[in-house]
């Protein structure tokens, strides 16, 4: 509620003005105001004392908690979807229809969603569902766009003010919700176990915008490019509501595109020096985004690409997360736009809690140092802290979660005294105090003969490899050495082309131990490998390794 609330102060000055952008049209904080008090007093209807259709439901339709699913592209139906859940006393749990019906159904089962919301176009397959789990279902209510004829970016007239302070005076007689009350659940990405709820309160989210707002310099005068799915906490937190807690636009494209972005960069910064009045000025991705969009940027000719660079070192930010971003991305992505991308850290669980600075020196291979009232340290096997040796990364911050949904044990098992999370990562600092991820203890940690390697820092020296696009490092069973270390690697398509000429592959075994031998100490040097295709990643790009071992395993049995 609070976040709601906060939300619409802040933008209420810029309220005549778009505050979202999405398919060519512009929709007002206002008008979303007013679509999420039109959800607020849908689910309240639908659930006063004679429909009570939403369990928790009071008598004056209040939801006390319930949970309500918002399926819905990125647009402002999904944003007020959220922002109505939250003004009902609903918790709202963002579903993605990227997930397998399974999938889908075990999330709407183990949060216990009592309603689903969703737009027109995903009518028909959400009613299906909730009918399958006994969930009662409704449309989204359009949002209302800015009229053409209205000049977005003239000041509040006297009518739009009026409007504004009525719809404030409206969610102040909404019942009052407390900051440590539930306000969302969102489900962890499974790559290494089964996807558990995650429950964030209305406080913690209000701290973490803030949070990142003063990290980051977030402004009302910015405008993001989203690219981002919206049921984990990078497309949610980073990229919509702390930029909409700090006044700035942001301008929803549905589905990544390599050549949507670079259109969009041009369109708002011209070769003629102009600068577009709806001006993108931050974008941030995950570093497959930065991937595909240097390989369309390759397959340009000289002058669009020299439209394209230009276009891009205009803007003010740009930064990189959810998973590890590679040197040589980072060095590339440097050379073309001239921007250092910002590499950041944040997990379900906290959202963000280590960052370069906005501000300073941003190094390669680090995720930086703790965001502003967040505190973190290192514990090692023993249990004992370190300030400069290698152990399990722990975090204490104002945005951390309240608890796992329905796992009392587990919540308990991921805290340590003094509040601090054990995030499961595996980390280091350098002589600066930024911190080196290492990698999730269960899954990037391997024990070799002894040594206990970072399947991270592997991976980074591969890429430096020119044969290697993507490449993945994981520990096999090994009688020997406990774990023998494995390289799945996605050759260059150039690569691919050559070796397909020539009947071989594009890189073998032995030729990467010779090229490893000045790179790596031997212990560290893969001693298998498979060429593969492609990789499986989650919604969020980052490697699911966990599958990457089950199809390993059929590799094997074949």
Same mark, same amino acid.
């Given at each position: ?26 929709? %007002?904080? @206002?008008?979303?105001?007013? *679509?999420? &008090? ?7 209807? +639908?659930?006063? /004392?004679? $429909? ?105 007239? %006297?009518? @739009?003010?009026?409007?504004? *302070?009525? &719809? ?7 019942? +009052?919700?407390? /900051?440590? $009350? ?377």
């Amino acid at each position: 509620m609070e976040v709601v609330r906060e939300v619409f102060k802040h933008g209420s000055a810029h309220g005549a003005r778009a505050a979202i952008r999405a398919d060519q049209k512009s929709y %007002s904080l @206002v008008q979303l105001i007013s *679509s999420a &008090l039109d959800v607020h007093n849908i689910l309240c209807r +639908k659930h006063d /004392g004679k $429909d009570s259709s939403v369990n928790g439901a009071n008598a004056t339709g209040f939801l006390c908690g319930a949970r309500i699913g918002i399926v819905a592209k990125p647009s402002p139906e999904f944003v007020a979807g959220i922002f109505g859940t939250w003004l009902s006393g609903g918790v709202a749990v963002p579903l993605a229809l990227s997930y397998p019906e399974v999938e889908l159904l075990h999330v709407m089962n183990d949060s216990d969603i009592s309603m689903v919301l969703s737009t027109k176009e995903h009518h028909d397959i959400m009613e299906s569902i909730s009918t399958k789990c006994s969930t009662r279902y409704s449309l989204l209510p359009t949002v209302e766009s800015i009229p053409p004829k209205i000049d977005a970016q003239e000041p509040l007239s %006297s009518v @739009v003010t009026s409007s504004v *302070s009525s &719809l404030m005076a409206e969610i102040d007689t909404l019942k +009052k919700i407390k /900051g440590d $009350d539930p306000a969302l659940i969102l489900y962890t990405s499974g790559t290494t176990g089964k996807p558990k709820g995650v429950v964030h309160t209305h406080e913690g989210i209000l701290s973490q915008v803030q949070i990142l707002t003063e990290a980051w310099g977030y402004q009302s005068e910015d405008q993001f490019l989203h690219c981002l799915p919206l049921h984990h906490v990078h497309g949610l937190f980073n990229a919509l509501f702390a930029p909409l807690y700090s006044g700035s636009v942001v301008e929803f494209l549905p589905k990544f595109s390599v050549r949507g972005v670079w259109q969009r960069w041009r369109e708002s910064y011209p070769n003629d020096g102009s600068k577009n009045d709806e001006a993108i000025t931050v974008f941030t991705g995950v570093p497959t985004v930065y991937t595909r969009l240097l390989q369309g940027y390759d397959s340009m000719n000289p002058d669009q690409q020299s439209a394209c660079s230009y276009a891009a070192k205009q803007l003010r930010l740009m930064m990189c997360g959810s998973s590890a971003l590679p040197s040589p991305l980072m060095k590339r992505w440097q050379e073309v736009t001239g921007h250092r991308l910002l590499e950041r850290y944040g997990m379900t669980e906290f959202v963000m809690a280590l960052s370069n600075p906005l501000h300073g020196a941003r190094k390669e291979g680090t995720v930086g140092k703790p965001l502003p009232r967040v505190e973190a340290k290192i514990i090692m096997d023993d249990g004992t802290e370190t300030k400069t040796g290698v152990g399990e990364l722990c975090i204490k911050s104002p945005s951390l979660f309240k608890e796992y949904w329905k796992r009392p044990e587990v919540t308990a098992e991921s805290f340590i005294d003094g509040g601090f999370f054990k995030t499961g990562d595996t980390v280091t600092v350098d002589e600066d105090g930024y911190f080196i991820i290492l990698g999730r203890t269960n899954a990037d940690i391997m024990k070799v003969g002894g040594y206990k390697l970072s399947a991270l820092e592997i991976e980074a020296v591969l890429l430096e490899h020119d044969t290697v696009l993507e490449c993945a490092v994981l520990g096999l069973p090994d009688e020997a050495y406990g774990e023998a270390i494995c390289a799945i690697i996605v050759p260059k398509e150039d690569a691919k082309e050559k070796a397909e000429q020539a009947s071989k592959p594009a890189l073998t075994l032995e030729a990467l131990t010779s090229w490893s031998k000045d790179k790596l100490a031997p212990y560290k040097i893969p001693t298998r490998l498979h060429l593969w295709d492609s990789l499986p990643r989650n919604a969020m790009g980052k490697v699911n390794k966990k599958e990457l071992k089950k199809l390993l395993e059929v590799c094997v049995l074949m």
